[in-house]
């Protein structure tokens, strides 16, 4: 009778078994590298690959430490480490602990050859890169209609912004047909007016099952499209042609989804801050208008013609009392200054001297004699006196008393 075992229990045999094969617990194993990652956690985690087998392989971080190169997608290598179960899934593995490239696949080195022909030609320029616009209303989408990328877009997109429509241009993604599908897909999008960007992806694989984004038809179409494309391949460690040529590489279909459209939630508080702002900065404009117009109106008051004449008129009044004043005190002067000198004019005047009682003899030139020698006997004399004159004739000369005219008058 056959015994009972349970799950664990058979894995568990399993696991013994390759544990203690001799040729297992110490195995090199030479394959191409597929459908890598390199885990946060320094884990690597791949396929080692042939042309009939795959043979899923992990290497811890303390060893993936130690590589001397960065593994690949494409890569060739000889893989050392063994071979056991792992208990959660029940499959074999390789637990690698060393490994070394020993030269790059085909799929690799088809990869390289495409990306250096694109490169010679141009194609990744950034000058051919279209801006993305800011709020599409139409975004398409060429992908598998039931794959996990499509869902993953269109929720993203109606929830940061729903009032944005998607076309879906229905694409095969994967295997030989991929690739005039997918050209196909873009086309049909790029010729629609109302479509304003497109997402072109899938979800993440092995590079087998990526290949077709790695076709040159593919690359020429993204490039040659006329609308912007936004590439959206695998996971954020996949790169393919379709990356280097698009107008923006997505690490994943939800990133793509979330670089295409805003939070509208976002956007409407922003919009609501710069109205305020907008609002604030009109205010304060206004204010500093209406300031400037008080200024220039105070201005204008104080420079109107009418003002001006005023002060000028009242200026002229100033002067004009000035003036006024100014004549006042001089002739006031002058006439104090004239009277000074008529009363001095009339202490100093002849006549008043001839009026106390005093005489002024000239002789016949005109001369005043003020001495007795300026006269000789016979000469006519001319005395001035108060109210008249005298004419008399010298009929001698001498000292005081004794100098007698011919009227009998003393000099």
Known sequence: MSRLFSVSQVTNYLRALLDGDEILSQVLVQGEISNFTHHSSGHMYFTLKDANSRLRSVMFRSNANSLQFVPQVGMSVIAQGNISIYERDGQYQLYVSSMRPTGQGKLYLAFLDLKEKLEREGLFEPEHKQRLPFLPKTIGVVTSPSGAALHDILSIIERRYPRAHVLVAPAIVQGAEAPASIVQGLEQL????????????????????????????????????????????????????????????????????????????????????????????????ILRKEHAAQAFSARLVQQHPERKLAELVQTLDGLDERLLRAMSDTLTGAAQQVQACATSLHALSPLAVLARGYTITLNQAGDIIRVPSQVEVGDKLETVVNQGRIYSKVISVGGIGHVTTDNGDCI
């Open 190 to 285: 790029g010729q629609l007016p109302e479509v304003d960007v497109i997402i072109v992806g899938r979800g993440g694989g092995s590079i087998e099952e990526l290949w077709a984004f790695n076709d040159e038809q593919v690359a020429r179409a993204i490039f040659n499209c006329p609308k912007p494309v936004i590439s959206a391949v695998g996971h954020e460690t996949d790169f393919t042609i379709a990356d280097f040529v698009a107008d923006l590489r997505a690490a994943t279909p939800s990133a793509a989804a979330e670089a295409v459209v805003p939070i509208l939630a976002e956007l409407e508080m922003s919009l609501v801050a710069w109205q305020n702002r907008l609002s604030i900065a009109m205010q304060n404009a």
